[in-house]
């Protein structure tokens, strides 16, 4: 027994130095927001198969690295996992999302995170892989919101949140619009709200990379050539934009790409009749009524409410905050919108108080 004991003892005086050491391997730059475990436990626990991954690799960078390590220098991950980051990979998770694992949220209620994650190996939906990243798998968050600032300039968002089934509205990534259970009926937009190939509205489901570019020079990698919430010139997008056929806005806002908002049908060629009003069509910005965000609300047709933080809500440089909005109701049909459908704080509306 004194033997074993003793055995014992060595083994764990021996392992204790290796682990410290890997343990200071960790939390180096921008990694660390996400790995942040020990270096063994991140990359899959102290056993000699995991080990051997690296300590019985022939790639050199791995060598130098390992070598850096014993002689007690300090270390990164790019040491051995180079230079590329997430960023420069997305086209590879694009192509080849069902070549890696991702995790399915599991149920939850409206507006809230999940509680827990469900690995699928491999991943048969893009979005479960894009949750390995952006959702609360991968980060903390209060209110959705995590303090991780992402190449947008805007903190990561809890996109499994934003996504979810009991939300009042969210793009059909988990769902189709059918299937969106917080969703007040009529929950589809009609069919000529819709461009092609997104006509067969309530039952088809979209894609993360449908609305991004992996690549794109543009903030968030929206599709190449596209702006939301801003114009090309920093200017917020307005109804008065799309009436005036002003900035490209066929090609370059971003919703319109899959919504044709204004042509032959509905109000003054307007799909929907809040847009058609004469004291919204002119210069009123789009996020006065609608959130910054596309992903999902708590809200119903994706309108902004005023009580909303950012970056949700659109707040500019002076600290003024463009959504108005306090309440909405969903109508029953696009072109059946009136007063007593929301609510507002700005004296401009004032018939809606």
Known sequence: MKRIVMTFAALLAMAVPAMAGHVAAVGQGTCSFCHKNNLITQHGGFAATVCQTCHNSTNQDVMDTITAGVAGQQYACSNCH??????????????????????????????????????????????????????????????????IVGPSGKPFTDKAREFNPANASAHPVQVPLNSQTGSAAPRALRANQMK??????????????????????GKSMLITGTTWPTRPDGKLWTLGDVRNNAGNWQTTLFCA??????????????????????????????VACHSVSPHGLNHGRFIGYNSDPAPYAYIDSTGKKA????????????????????????SACDEHK
């Open 82 to 147: 180079g230079a590329q980051s997430h960023l420069d990979k997305h086209g590879d998770y694009v192509a080849n999302f069902s070549q890696y694992d991702g995790v399915q949220p599991n149920a939850t209620a409206a507006w809230t995170s999940p509680t827990g994650y469900t690995a699928v190996q491999p991943a048969t939906k893009e979005y479960q892989l894009c949750y390995k990243c952006h959702s609360t798998y991968a980060f903390t968050a209060t209110n959705g919101v995590s303090a």
């Open 196 to 217: 092609a190939p997104w006509t067969a509205v309530g039952t088809q489901v979209m894609k993360c990379s449908d609305c991004h570019t992996p690549g794109s020079t």
């Open 323 to 346: 959504q108005v909005m306090t309440n909405f109701r969903k109508a029953s049909s696009p072109t059946s919108y009136g007063e007593g459908n929301c609510t507002a704080l700005t």
């Open 257 to 286: 790409r899959c919504h044709p908002l204004k042509g032959s049908g509905g109000s003054s060629g307007w799909y929907n009749n809040v847009h058609s009003e004469s004291d919204h069509e002119n210069n009123v910005a789009c």
